[in-house]
């Protein structure tokens, strides 16, 4: 019997809309792995994979606009949002270690195909998941992750390719500036088209795993590591110009990050992407997830009727 467990200890809840969202912990490898499901799992998956330094709480909006057209799953990753961070004394976190967790998570969870949605930190772990089993990509939803360096502001990726080589005590002092509830909400607002008419939700669920130390720790240990995802460019290219999965990019133009060119690039690639720009920020569903849902239920839902600009 294998070593890992899962244990579902689901809740459902009365919203106020047409699906119910079951919230529900996995335990993986002696770790809690906190999801939230909705959808008859009959029909096509749709995997949403977070960024930072938030959760699945940012597909609030999203996860009822798919449910009656997908079968709808959000993790958090280990260290981020309601799941567990590494144990005291384990090792620095990294892209690949998170990646391998939600693999094993999905393997047991008896999932075998899905549409993957990447944002920010989702981008990475996406990806090494989608090159280790290609035949698990339905498709993609690229939103605001680069795969490629032009998709960065210069000045962040100057910065995170300074962080390249072994951890010093000062770089670790840099990243651990970073993760900190001001970071959290200039994500947010720079670059929405109404900033002051956000949700305070969002970043308020941010502040929780922020204000935990181990779980500060482990999103550090990421901030780290971002070099190793640069690194995987070149391969990530490669899946998809020879897999050429079914690819909607929507992305935020007003993110301060990563740069609008990030989204036409992928293009380069897969030249069949459909590519929507919006007028809002890294955090596009704040404002645009009516229109995304629209898109993806178009692009990928079962009967996929045309959608217009």
């Given at each position: 019997?294998?070593?890992?467990?899962?244990?579902?200890?689901?809740?459902?809840?009365?919203?106020?809309?047409?699906?119910?969202?079951?919230y529900?912990?996995?335990?993986?490898?002696?770790?809690?792995?906190?999801?939230?499901?909705?959808?008859?799992?009959?029909?096509?998956?749709?995997?949403?994979?977070?960024?930072?330094?938030?959760?699945?709480?940012?597909?609030?909006?999203?996860?009822?606009?798919?449910?009656?057209?997908?079968?709808?799953?959000?993790?958090?990753?280990?260290?981020?949002g309601?799941?567990?961070?590494?144990?005291?004394?384990?090792?620095?976190?990294t892209?690949?270690?998170?990646?391998?967790?939600?693999?094993?998570?999905?393997?047991?969870?008896?999932?075998?195909?899905?549409?993957?949605?990447?944002?920010?930190?989702?981008?990475?772990?996406?990806?090494?998941?989608?090159?280790?089993?290609?035949?698990?990509?339905?498709?993609?939803?690229?939103?605001?992750?680069?795969?490629?360096?032009?998709?960065?502001?210069?000045?962040?990726?100057?910065?995170?390719?300074?962080?390249?080589?072994?951890?010093?005590p000062?770089?670790?002092?840099?990243?651990?500036?970073?993760?900190?509830?001001?970071?959290?909400?200039?994500?947010?607002?720079?670059?929405?088209?109404?900033?002051?008419?956000?949700?305070?939700?969002?970043w308020?669920?941010?502040?929780?795993?922020?204000?935990?130390?181990?779980?500060?720790?482990?999103?550090?240990?990421?901030?780290?590591?971002?070099?190793?995802?640069?690194?995987?460019?070149?391969q990530?290219?490669h899946?998809?110009?020879?897999?050429?999965p079914?690819?909607?990019?929507?992305?935020?133009?007003?993110?301060?990050?990563?740069?609008?060119?990030?989204?036409?690039?992928?293009?380069?690639?897969?030249?069949?992407?459909?590519?929507?720009?919006?007028?809002?920020?890294?955090?596009a569903?704040e404002?645009?997830?009516?229109?995304?849902?629209?898109?993806?239920?178009?692009?990928?839902?079962?009967?996929?009727?045309?959608?217009?600009?």
């Amino acid at each position: 019997m294998s070593v890992i467990t899962l244990l579902l200890m689901c809740g459902l809840i009365e919203p106020a809309v047409a699906a119910d969202v079951q919230y529900c912990y996995a335990t993986v490898a002696g770790s809690r792995i906190f999801y939230r499901e909705a959808g008859d799992p009959a029909r096509p998956v749709v995997l949403l994979l977070h960024g930072f330094p938030s959760s699945s709480h940012m597909f609030r909006d999203l996860i009822p606009a798919l449910a009656a057209h997908f079968h709808v799953i959000a993790p958090d990753y280990p260290g981020m949002g309601n799941s567990d961070a590494p144990a005291a004394g384990a090792p620095p976190l990294t892209f690949d270690a998170v990646a391998q967790t939600m693999d094993v998570w999905l393997r047991q969870s008896g999932i075998q195909r899905a549409v993957l949605y990447l944002q920010d930190f989702g981008g990475p772990v996406g990806m090494r998941l989608a090159t280790r089993h290609p035949s698990f990509v339905r498709g993609l939803v690229i939103q605001n992750t680069p795969l490629s360096l032009d998709g960065w502001e210069p000045a962040r990726l100057k910065a995170v390719q300074a962080n390249a080589g072994p951890e010093t005590p000062e770089k670790r002092v840099a990243a651990e500036a970073r993760v900190v509830l001001a970071t959290d909400l200039f994500l947010y607002r720079q670059g929405a088209r109404n900033p002051d008419g956000l949700s305070p939700d969002a970043w308020q669920s941010d502040a929780a795993a922020l204000g935990d130390p181990q779980k500060r720790r482990a999103m550090t240990d990421l901030q780290l590591d971002i070099g190793s995802n640069l690194a995987l460019y070149p391969q990530w290219q490669h899946y998809l110009s020879i897999a050429r999965p079914r690819t909607l990019v929507v992305w935020g133009d007003g993110d301060p990050i990563f740069a609008p060119a990030g989204a036409d690039a992928i293009k380069r690639y897969v030249p069949t992407a459909q590519v929507v720009h919006y007028r809002t920020g890294h955090f596009a569903l704040e404002e645009e997830h009516n229109d995304i849902a629209r898109r993806i239920i178009a692009t990928f839902g079962e009967s996929r009727p045309s959608v217009q600009p």
